[in-house]
């Protein structure tokens, strides 16, 4: 126990020792980490404050930019949406533009050529033998738009007829007519015109004056009235019931009521056009030169805008806010990693001192344990000495006592063993006898038991035997009965089968007639539903072919087939030909005059066009043969130079110069 208790001292002392020593190494390294995190602290205290004034002042910038890039993108939407409706209007303002023009082109083109106008007109139009540039009635009348197919239908005799100014000039034109053949003309006299006087009439109820929407010259007045005093344009058919002999207007040109007679019907596509001609043609120059201006201005207003546009997106500094952005974005992660690490020292801070403390306390509760163990370690060593030579003496009394002992123990071991050996004999004897005493008395318990189950068969055998007996009777009788029980359950059964079979024979053919039923039922509503619209487009088509074509589809029915095209391949051509007939468009009234004019004007360019490539060769002809004249002038000339220029150097210097 006392070496014990001295080796547990020691171990104690030894832990104890070792643990100051690890404690203090721990402490000074603690100490020494403890400066460092101070250091980086105020490091990463001033690294964290650059860092954040860095992040203000991009966030500054950024937001500065930001708002510049929001005005000057509003700026750019704005003056976009403004150039897309400038362009919409500029584009609507050429179309009208270009309308103009090509009617202005066209109307020119229909005055010079005289078109629609007899033989004699154009040739007094053209001769100079007379008073030819004395103007046609259609030339010196301008009507408003809306009235003009009106005013026309009444004018209409008179549009080819020339306004001369006296009885002589007519006669010196009819005279030229009559000596070159070319048939007849009109003339109206305006000095015969102007001297008569017309008593105006009322106006009529629902009706406008022709007068009002006629414009002419002063000096046509007279005409003017003497064609038009007692027109009138109607309104409605009310101002027909009273016309007091008045030629009464429909303002479309549907009809005209004169005293005692009414005409009119369907208006044609080219009526209107030919009266006021000139006048149209002069009101399209003004017009074309008035859209002219208009154009110009949008086109300058559009490159002012377009110009905007260019700036502000040149404003645009979407470049320098994505850096800026990746700036802050970089900044803020680096504060967040600055922030992060101080944070890390701080808790490294307190969990150090707090380690600290708790080291210095354990240290010093070491050193206050080691001493106590200390003082017992070193009692214990002096007692440890005075035991150790007691120990010794009582070793050697232990060793002789040991030997006395070992002795008689020997003794008692073997006769301890030939006791063990007998009493071990004399248990296996009672247990075997135990054994057999048991085995007896459980075989005369089944010799008793077998003898009562011996009997017991044989009653039992007896009753089975008389019980047999009785079962076979009635097994025979039951077999006998059997036979004549399984024929008549066969003779059910066959019955039964017939009649099971006849039944379902019936049943399917029932089930076969419902079913052809309720597919001719089917078929016939789908019969009645195609035959209804069969019917539906028999309808559409007979008025579609009556107000289209003005053909009467019961008329055509019963007429013989022509040709021997199919139902859809006359389907595929009548939607080839729709389609080619959408695509040709509305007809132009005017295509022919047209095409007559681009014809010329193409032939026109051609001709330029040859003469220009004629011109072209003729003159890289020219420039060919100027360029070896030239060039074979100027070697002749060079040589003459060379040849005068070694003459007079010969001339002016020796052989030894």
């Given at each position: 126990l006392l070496q014990r208790d001295q080796f547990e001292s020691e171990k104690k002392v030894a832990v104890a020792d070792t643990t100051i020593?690890?404690?203090?190494?721990?402490?000074?390294?603690?100490?020494?980490?403890?400066?460092?995190?101070?250091?980086?602290?105020?490091?990463l205290e001033n690294e964290r404050q650059t860092k954040e004034d860095a992040l203000n002042q991009k966030k500054g910038d950024l937001q500065q930019l930001q708002q510049q890039n929001q005005f000057t993108r509003e700026q750019i939407l704005e003056t976009q949406a403004l150039l897309e409706k400038l362009k919409n209007q500029l584009a609507d303002e050429n179309r009208v533009l270009d309308a103009r023009k090509n009617e202005h082109d066209l109307l020119k083109s229909l005055i010079d050529n005289m078109e629609g106008y007899p033989e004699s007109v154009k040739f007094l139009h053209n001769n100079t033998g007379w008073n030819h540039n004395a103007p046609l009635l259609s030339d010196i009348i301008y009507v408003k738009e809306e009235y003009r197919t009106a005013v026309e239908n009444v004018l209409e005799p008179y549009l080819n007829y020339y306004v001369v100014n006296d009885l002589q000039e007519g006669l010196q034109a009819i005279h030229l007519l009559d000596e070159n053949k070319k048939g007849k003309a009109n003339f109206f006299l305006l000095d015969k015109l102007n001297d008569i006087e017309l008593l105006r009439s009322p106006v009529l109820k629902d009706t406008i004056d022709a007068l009002t929407v006629v414009e002419f010259d002063d000096k046509y007045r007279?005409?003017?009235?003497?064609?038009?005093?007692?027109?009138?344009?109607?309104?409605?058919?009310?101002?027909?019931?009273?016309?007091?002999?008045?030629?009464?207007?429909?303002?479309?040109?549907?009809?005209?009521?004169?005293?005692?007679?009414?005409?009119?019907?369907s208006v044609g596509l080219f009526e209107g056009k030919k009266i006021g001609r000139v006048k149209n043609l002069e009101k399209l120059t003004e017009e074309i030169s008035v859209?002219?201006?208009?154009?110009?201005?949008?086109?300058?207003?559009?490159?002012?805008?377009?110009?905007?546009?260019?700036?502000?997106?040149?404003?645009?500094?979407?470049?320098?806010?994505?850096?800026?952005?990746?700036?802050?974005?970089?900044?803020?992660?680096?504060?967040?990693?600055?922030?992060?690490?101080?944070?890390?020292?701080?808790?490294?801070?307190?969990?150090?001192?707090e380690r600290i403390s708790q080291l210095l306390g354990q240290l010093k509760e070491n050193q206050d344990a080691i001493v106590t163990t200390r003082e017992l370690l070193n009692?214990?060593?002096?007692?440890?000495?005075?035991?150790?030579?007691?120990?010794?003496?009582a070793e050697e009394d232990y060793v002789d006592t040991e030997k006395q002992y070992t002795d008689a123990n020997h003794g008692y071991n073997e006769s301890n063993i030939v006791l063990t050996r007998q009493q071990s004999k004399v248990t296996a004897l009672k247990q075997e006898f135990t054994f057999k005493t048991n085995q007896l008395n459980e075989l005369t318990v089944q010799v008793e038991n077998s003898k009562i189950q011996l009997a017991e068969s044989a009653t039992g055998i007896t009753e089975t035997t008389e019980s047999l007996s009785v079962l076979e009777t009635s097994v025979i009788n039951l077999l006998k009965n059997k036979e004549a029980e399984e024929r008549k359950l066969n003779e059910a059964d066959q019955q039964y089968y017939n009649l099971r079979n006849v039944l379902n024979e019936r049943e399917s053919s029932l089930r076969n007639k419902q079913k052809s039923r309720e597919q001719a039922d089917m078929l016939l509503n789908e019969i009645k539903d195609k035959l209804n619209e069969l019917k539906l487009q028999l309808a559409g088509m007979k008025e579609r072919l009556s107000v289209e074509f003005k053909v009467d589809l019961d008329v055509i029915l019963d007429e013989e087939r022509r040709t021997e095209y199919t139902l859809e391949e006359l389907q595929e051509k009548n939607d080839r030909m729709k389609k080619r007939l959408e695509n040709m468009g509305e007809i132009n009234p005017t295509a022919i005059e047209a095409f007559t004019e681009m014809k010329k004007r193409y032939e026109f360019i051609l001709e330029q066009k040859n003469d220009l490539v004629t011109a072209k060769e003729s003159l890289l002809q020219t420039i060919e043969e100027v360029e070896t004249t030239a060039n074979k002038q100027f070697l002749d000339t060079f040589n003459k130079v060379r040849e005068n220029f070694q003459n007079v150097f010969k001339a002016l210097f020796t052989e030894d110069d």
């Open positions: 020593q690890n404690l203090e190494r721990i402490i000074a390294q603690l100490e020494e980490e403890k400066t460092i995190r101070k250091e980086q602290l105020a490091a007279g005409l003017a009235n003497y064609l038009l005093n007692n027109v009138f344009i109607a309104e409605n058919e009310m101002a027909l019931q009273n016309s007091d002999g008045a030629i009464v207007l429909e303002k479309n040109g549907k009809y005209v009521k004169g005293n005692y007679s009414l005409s009119g019907g859209q002219d201006k208009k154009v110009l201005a949008l086109k300058a207003f559009i490159n002012t805008h377009s110009n905007e546009v260019i700036t502000f997106n040149e404003q645009l500094k979407e470049n320098a806010i994505s850096e800026i952005q990746m700036a802050i974005s970089d900044l803020t992660n680096t504060v967040f990693s600055i922030q992060n690490k101080i944070e890390n020292i701080h808790v490294a801070e307190l969990t150090g001192g009692d214990l060593n002096a007692s440890f000495s005075e035991l150790t030579l007691k120990i010794i003496t």
